[in-house]
């Protein structure tokens, strides 16, 4: 039995079915488990939407968030580590990643291989032929 998890999916789970959605999730991870002879439950987290952004990946993605561990203790979660443009010039803090910054560093591709070229043909042809 794990002694925590990470509950993790797309925001419009808050608002499915009126917020009935959510509320059944929630009642289902807040009920004991019975295994092996022992009785187990989870405290939980508030759901909490997070935005991908917010912590330095070079993408717009709000995701909502359930932890949930059998210790009996609260979680926190994380504060953001990177803000807008107009945050950053007002309090001099860590600005959002671009994709620039994710991928400036790689270095410059290879022309593709003979059979790179051959593979890629029978796929384009695949598409034009079945439409997949």
Do not use: C
Request: no cysteine.
């Amino acid at each position: 039995m794990p002694v925590g998890f990470v509950f993790e999916n797309v925001r419009g789970l808050l608002n499915w079915d009126k917020g009935k959605a959510i509320d059944l999730i929630i009642e289902e991870l807040s009920k004991p488990i019975a295994h092996d002879g022992l009785i187990y439950k989870y405290t939980l987290a508030k759901p909490t939407v997070l935005n991908a952004v917010d912590f330095g990946v070079p993408q717009n993605r709000e995701r909502v968030f359930i932890v949930g561990n059998r210790l009996g203790k609260s979680f926190t979660f994380p504060n953001p580590t990177h803000f807008s443009i107009e945050q950053v010039n007002l309090f001099g803090i860590q600005p959002y990643k671009t994709v620039w910054d994710a991928i400036k560093d790689l270095p410059v591709p290879e022309e593709p291989s003979e059979v790179a070229r051959r593979v890629s043909k029978k796929i384009k042809q695949r598409i034009v032929n079945h439409g997949y």
